[in-house]
């Protein structure tokens, strides 16, 4: 059957609906993934909590959905816009097509769309409130209230994962699966705690360093958290990921902008000012720490965006926090960035000797 994604700037796209649709059809921000991989990590991802996902590349779902590579126990988009989906899964360890795994969790697919033509409107006019139909006229609101997204994704109680004498509490805004896992690679003992949990509960854990994960939605929303961030990164080693940056930055007084259309795929270009050297990075944010905010707060610039020059990473001047938008996780992209993780237990060990030889 026909279905219509209807933009708020008054625009209409038509195509080949993929599964059912409300009466009211569904609502979301209207977003695009540039990567060519990685559609089933950017499904179930939940910074994409509630948006509408446009993937660029021509032909989406070819080597299907398998067993081991999701980042969340389930799907988080609201709907899904592709040129042509695949369906059926070219790959041995496919379970299920692209078709079928979304069509299991009831979010619907808008098929045969002119996406370069969509992209070029978004990067245009902005990401924007959108709504998905089965009718060809709009006769509702784009506008849609989610509430705060952060709590819609983030752990209902603590839950430890992994073995070693390296306690990291990960702060789950809505963290991806690899994140974690990455951190038990370097032989973490990783305690996820919700969003909302104070500072005396983490310090009740006796951690060794703290992560400020990814998560949806816009930073400031969080605002009544910022204080208990800000006695965390003056307490522990902190590595602050995408949103993690951006709090970390408001709790320390800077600020955030949201961005025309945002980072989304995994060919971003980044230059470490450290270094002096350019790697690509794997992104997802629509919100950017403002580079004025930062002049009297500690913070340092350390990581640039080649493409538009935003702060893509933070250190403080005082304190071992070291934040990062992209994702050196990568999953799926490039593993240009996987010394973030590295640099972040050392600095936790470092930190740990320090205090043991001091006792």
């Known amino acids: 059957m026909k279905g219509y994604l209807h933009l708020a700037d008054g625009k209409t796209f038509q195509g080949h609906l993929h599964g059912s649709l409300a009466e009211e059809g569904i609502a979301g921000e209207i977003v695009f993934f540039t990567g060519m991989t990685g559609y089933q990590e950017v499904l179930t991802d939940p910074s994409y909590k509630n948006q509408i996902i446009v ?3 021509p032909l989406i779902g070819n080597y299907g959905i398998n067993d081991k590579d999701f980042e969340s ?3 988080h988009v609201a709907a899904v816009i592709v040129l042509e989906a695949a369906k059926t899964a070219y790959h041995y360890e496919a379970k299920h097509s692209f078709t079928e795994y979304l069509e299991k969790w009831e979010i619907p697919v808008l098929e045969h769309v002119d996406t370069r033509e969509l992209v070029k409107c978004i990067r245009q006019n902005g ?3 959108a709504i998905l139909s089965s009718d060809p006229v709009c006769e509702s609101s784009c506008d849609s209230i989610d509430g705060l997204k952060v709590q819609q994704v983030s752990s209902k109680a603590p839950e430890s994962i ?3 004498d390296t306690h990291i ?5 809505g963290f991806k699966k690899s994140i974690a896992d990455y951190l038990v690679k370097q032989n973490c ?3 996820i705690v919700p969003y909302n949990y104070s500072f005396e509960q983490i310090a009740a854990l006796k951690p060794d360093g703290v992560l400020l994960s990814n998560g949806p939605g816009d930073p400031k929303e969080l605002f009544g958290q910022l204080p208990e961030i800000r006695k965390v990164i003056q307490h522990y080693p902190v590595l602050g990921i995408c949103l993690g940056h951006q709090l970390a930055a408001l709790a320390l007084g800077g600020d955030t902008n949201k961005m025309l259309f945002g980072h989304r795929g995994a060919n971003q270009p980044v230059y470490d000012v450290t270094s002096n050297r350019v790697f690509m990075s794997s992104q997802n944010h629509s919100y950017a720490v403002d580079q004025n905010s930062i002049s009297s707060t500690g913070l340092k610039v350390r990581f640039f965006n080649k493409n538009d020059q935003s702060i893509e990473g933070l250190y403080h001047e005082k304190w071992p926090l070291m934040t990062v938008q992209f994702h050196p996780e990568a999953s799926p992209g490039p593993e240009d960035s996987v010394f973030i993780f590295e640099d972040f237990i050392k600095t936790v060990k470092y930190k ?6 001091y006792a």
């Open 73 to 75: 126990k389930k799907p």
């Open 162 to 164: 992994g073995y070693g």
């Open 55 to 57: 993937f660029t590349y």
């Open 189 to 191: 003992l990783v305690t």
């Open 169 to 173: 509490v990960l702060i789950d805004y």
């Open 352 to 357: 740990k000797r320090r205090e043991v030889s």
């Open 127 to 129: 990401t924007m409130p």
